[in-house]
């Protein structure tokens, strides 16, 4: 069964650094996600993709941020500074548009993001 | 902000009964409802999608939605202990796009 990849799997960095997480999303899919998860908080919306431009995106998801499908596979979220609260899961999602309420998203395993 | 609550537990039940997890939302124009089971450091897996008012079955799960009451129910019959999890209520945001998840309910199921 298809399936959402992301990799690394955990990732450690410096404060500061910049950092890009890879997703490839399921294959006929048109639809893009990325969610996060602070350690005992709730999932949360960073963004989403479609067309090769954002859809939508949350006040989370500020000048720091930026996605990017460089090419017809891959996914990625890149984090230009690093901060100690950027460190969480980090999900990608991918949907198949089905018309309307119908459309489910799919979520790859994560990636930990740990920033020292 | 538009708000998906959920009684954070945990919700203790025994083997072989039935665990109820409930959600409620403020937007009163959301149309489509999910639950998702998130195993402790793992990733959102989808179990049920539901989006008109009444039951909705898929074999040891039912999911209820009450459009009227802003209201969207779980229920797992014959517990088994694998199913201790958080379980995850989502609904699409007005645009369609987001998500937007509740805290989530823990569930454990004694043997």
């Known amino acids: 069964e298809p399936e959402v990849t992301q990799t690394p799997s955990h990732q450690v960095t410096q404060m500061g650094q910049e950092v890009i997480l890879r997703c490839v999303p399921i294959?006929?899919?048109?639809?893009f996600y990325w969610y996060r998860q602070i350690l005992g908080q709730k999932v949360e919306f960073l963004v989403s993709?479609?067309?090769?431009?954002?859809?939508?995106k949350s006040e989370i998801f500020d000048d720091q941020f930026s996605v990017e499908r460089p090419d017809g596979s891959n996914f990625t979220l890149k984090i230009r500074s690093t901060k100690l609260e950027d460190s969480a899961m980090y999900f990608c999602?991918?949907?198949?548009?089905?018309?309307?309420?119908?459309?489910?998203?799919?979520f790859g395993p994560g990636t930990r993001l740990t920033v020292l | 902000q538009k708000e998906v609550e959920q009684n954070s537990g945990p919700l203790s039940v025994p083997e072989g009964a039935i665990a109820s997890l409930n959600c409620t939302y403020s937007?009163?124009?959301?149309?489509?409802f999910f639950w998702y089971r998130q195993y402790s450091g793992k990733s959102p897996e989808l179990i049920m999608s539901?989006?008109?008012?009444g039951d909705k079955e898929d074999g040891r799960f039912t999911a209820q939605l009450n459009k009227a009451s802003q209201y969207v129910s779980l229920l797992i019959r014959d517990s088994q202990p694998s199913d201790s999890a958080t379980y995850l209520c989502?609904?699409?945001?007005?645009?369609?796009?987001?998500?937007?998840f509740g805290k989530g309910t823990s569930l454990l199921v004694t043997p």
């Open positions: 539901i989006y008109s008012n």
């Open positions: 999602a991918s949907e198949a548009p089905s018309g309307g309420a119908t459309d489910t998203q799919y």
């Open positions: 993709f479609y067309n090769n431009e954002i859809s939508e």
């Open positions: 937007d009163r124009g959301s149309q489509s």
């Open positions: 294959s006929n899919h048109l639809y």
């Open positions: 989502a609904v699409y945001s007005n645009s369609g796009y987001a998500l937007n």
